[in-house]
């Protein structure tokens, strides 16, 4: 064999190699991820947030609905669901298996394009091209009626266009969530106002975490938002980070804390599933987060990058 063959064959062995790990273990490798947000009112006591996002379930997954269910080993004061739950139109009672142990505890959710429209097989190139130049293309409806009157009915909020007040582990929260912005189903006039001043906790919450949605929290003046639908990239560049973020979030927000205008934070969580059509992860572990939420500082909140060093990832306990 030739140098050139040989390079060839060596390439390919690689390629193949990387395209095994991606789909075979990193996608299955569940992550716990811890961070610490001093977004609070001066006047609270931390506040653990388990924050879940990006299911996209079938059916067959009893690996990640052993491992989600689980998470109620933590026992989080307050549960938020950043949507995207379905990705099959019987994966409804799947979804359910995963998250019935945390519907004991108090918890509010939004939807996704995901949860509304199954995924279909589409060209991966696209994500990496400006989202205002592709055409978005709908898979057959999904049963997400049937998951939101589950949800509700074992007490769960549905925050969608809607504002709620409740308290979690000793914290007076006010809670205001939007519908996607990915399908520009989003009306922000339907939440807009300053939120209550008697709150100590003022949460947004919104699947995509479109810039424009943020902009509008942070002038309302929101102390947190929390979103889901980037995947954390789903294929990251070690050294380089995200190569996409399917929205108009700088790709160095993708995953994690980060700070939004002079005094919002922002968590955005990589979710725990992928496209049945696009079954990699690569640098990017399947992860769900708990959040410890403590009184704001003189520094309000992580940057991205000093939430990647305070916030390392963590190998969840549960089955893989």
Known sequence: MNKFGRILLSTGAIGVAGITYSAAIERRHWTLRRATMPVLAEDASPLRVLHISDLHMTPNQQSKQRWVAELADLDPDLVVNTGDNLAHPQAVPAALRAMGPLLDRPGVFIFGSNDYYGP???????????STKTKR??????????????????GWLDATHKHHDLEAG????HVAGLDDPHLHLDRYEMIEGKPPADAQLNLGVTHSP???????????????????????????VPGYGALTTNCELDRHRARGASRWGERMGLHVSAGLGTSPYAPVRFACPPEATLLTLLPKSPNPAATSDDSEKRAPYEAGEGIR
Do not use: S
């Open 120 to 130: 279909k097989p589409k060209n991966p190139a696209r994500y990496l091209l400006p």
């Open 137 to 154: 293309v709908h898979g057959e409806p999904l049963p997400w009626r049937d998951l939101r009157a589950a949800l509700t009915e074992r």
């Open 210 to 236: 479109e810039p424009r949605v943020l902009d509008c929290f942070a002038e309302d003046g929101y102390d947190l938002v929390m979103a889901g639908h980037t995947h954390g990239g789903q294929l990251r």
């Open 170 to 173: 000793g914290i007076k929260i």
